[in-house]
């Protein structure tokens, strides 16, 4: 008598059965030894289920969400990128134009002080703009996401992401506004400048590792 | 396997969707676990296992907006982390080659008298086997989602098992009791 093979005893296990297998059924009605097979392979299955739920060594969510942040980060900056290029661009444009910021109109009438006032801040903001976008590129450059953090790290370096993803929404949001009002001006340059703090903590923690940041 | 049912999916899913941390750790403490078994069930190493965990929780956060609540999130999930792990496997071709010879029927020398523990019979059987026992036995993926999955034919699949099965029944040393 030729026994059923491992595939057809695993087969008939399979819901909804296939026509060509009724055969195999039927030698496996009458058969104790198969029957005895198949049990064995319901028993390995039923154990294998049962098998203990290995555990991860180390909680993974603060690296987990720091690099999702980091991700988001990036995509947002390559969009903030464009307009912050155009904003410094257009600063430039005023900061060393021939008859700029210390210079007369054409109709000879002299600048005024909210434009003087403007003007400065301009100046600033390109300076910190660039700042901004050199610490990008030497974040990108170490790439913290192929190296490996500890918790700690990660944690902190969590934190400041998410405060640069505020901090980077609020730019976004002031960006889409009119840039002639002083105040918005100044609270962009605050925005800024606090984005280049977050950015040279982000550094100094992926570099120390934490332990020797002090936070 | 199946995960415990996240406690209020209904609102949490759109918070994860919005990238909130607290709503992000939820669905993370909720599935980390199932996640990792499965992973380290396929994946040869712990590291590699953590890896994958990682891999699927960041795809998953990512991802979220294109569950659209159609079956289990648990099965949604699960095929994210079934795939990554499947791609660890295949991008670092351990020690093995991905085929399981066909020295199933005729023991090795060492094999004869051996009788291990499940656990270590799972560990000793290839990559790919040992894949298609876990997602087939375990997680209930059919023959067709595992080919699909692993980029090959259902015959495949199905060959798979059953010599992964053969050599289970040799290592474990079972008898068949009529």
Request: hydrophobic share 40%; proline share 3%.
């Amino acid at each position: 008598m030729t026994h059923l093979t491992t595939e057809q005893l695993l087969e008939l296990r399979e819901p909804g059965l296939e026509p060509g297998l009724d055969g195999a059924r039927a030698h496996l009605a009458t058969c104790e030894a198969c029957q005895a097979e198949l049990r064995l392979i319901d028993q390995r299955v039923a154990r294998l289920r049962a098998l203990a739920t290995p555990r991860p060594g180390r909680d993974h969510f603060l690296a987990i969400r720091s690099q999702y942040v980091a991700d988001r980060r990036r995509k947002r900056i390559r969009w903030a990128g464009i307009g912050s290029l155009a904003l410094a661009a257009s600063v430039a444009l005023v900061v060393l134009a021939p008859d700029g910021p210390t210079g007369g109109r054409a109709d000879g009438l002299s600048i005024g002080p909210a434009y003087a006032v403007a003007t400065d801040g301009d100046t600033d903001l390109a300076t910190i703009i660039a700042r901004s976008q050199e610490l990008e590129e030497a974040l990108r450059v170490y790439d913290p996401d192929s190296r490996m953090i500890d918790a700690r790290t990660a944690t902190i370096a969590a934190r400041l992401e998410d405060q640069l993803s505020t901090v980077d929404r609020q730019i976004e949001l002031f960006g889409a506004l009119d840039r002639s009002v002083p105040e918005r001006q100044a609270e962009r340059l605050r925005l800024w400048n606090e984005r280049v703090g977050l950015l040279n903590a982000l550094m100094d923690v992926h570099l120390t590792k934490a332990t020797y940041a002090g936070m | 396997m199946n995960a415990f049912p996240l406690v209020q999916e209904e609102t949490l899913l759109p918070l994860v969707r919005r990238g909130d941390p607290k709503a992000q750790e939820s669905l993370y403490r909720a599935y980390q676990a199932q996640v990792y078994a499965l992973a380290r069930r396929i994946c040869r190493t712990r590291e590699d296992a953590e890896d994958v965990l990682q891999e699927t929780f960041l795809e998953v956060f990512r991802s979220i907006g294109q569950y659209r609540g159609n079956g289990s999130l648990w099965g949604w999930i699960r095929t994210i982390a079934s795939s990554k792990a499947l791609m660890r496997l295949r991008r670092n071709k351990y020690r093995d080659t991905d085929e399981l010879h066909d020295d199933v029927a005729m023991p090795r020398r060492e094999d004869t008298g051996l009788r291990m523990d499940l656990e270590a019979a799972l560990e000793r059987l290839s990559d790919t086997a040992r894949a298609v026992v876990w997602l087939h036995d375990v997680e209930g993926y059919t023959h067709d989602e595992i080919a699909t999955m692993m980029s090959k034919t259902v015959s495949f699949s199905k060959s798979q098992l059953a010599r992964a099965h053969a050599r289970l029944r040799l290592w474990l040393g079972e008898e068949a009791v009529a």
